[in-house]
């Protein structure tokens, strides 16, 4: 029961930030299939998916440079969602937490866990910020 708790507390982190939650496989497709940007949160129940990189994501809804699409998969839940979204990141190895920018559904930028673990959240926004700056202006 513990658990679900945890996990439910993680998802409402990023509905209560304007993220939408994909849980399908179908999902991931049609967000990612979409024309324009899309920033991507693969999110996880570790100490630094709560501490950094949610608050991190959470932050960038109010960055001056907007994504077209503010999403998130559930690593370790919704696992064959989370497969999907991989797949779209070539040439990473997964990872979560990890965040990844996409363009017209093509990679562009991607934040893996060992660039969040053991970093300042605000380290983690100024990365995006560069990203977002870099690949949707």
């Given at each position: 029961m513990?658990?679900?708790?945890?996990?439910?507390?993680?998802r409402n982190d990023m509905v209560e930030a304007g993220y939408d939650q994909l849980t399908t496989p179908e999902e991931v497709e049609a967000a990612f299939s979409k024309e324009g940007s899309t920033l991507v949160l693969v999110n996880s129940v570790c100490g630094c998916a709560g501490g950094i990189a949610r608050p991190s994501a959470a932050y960038m809804k109010n960055y001056d440079?907007?994504?077209d699409q503010y999403v998130t998969v559930f690593a370790g839940q919704d696992k064959e969602a989370t497969e999907k979204a991989r797949s779209f990141f070539t040439g990473y190895p997964p990872s979560s937490p990890s965040f990844a920018l996409l363009k017209d559904g093509e990679i562009k930028m991607m934040l893996e866990r060992h660039q969040i673990e053991g970093h300042e959240p605000i380290e983690v926004v100024k990365e995006l910020?560069?990203?977002?700056d870099t690949h949707f202006k």
């Open positions: 513990f658990m679900n708790d945890v996990v439910q507390a993680a440079v907007k994504a910020e560069k990203g977002f």
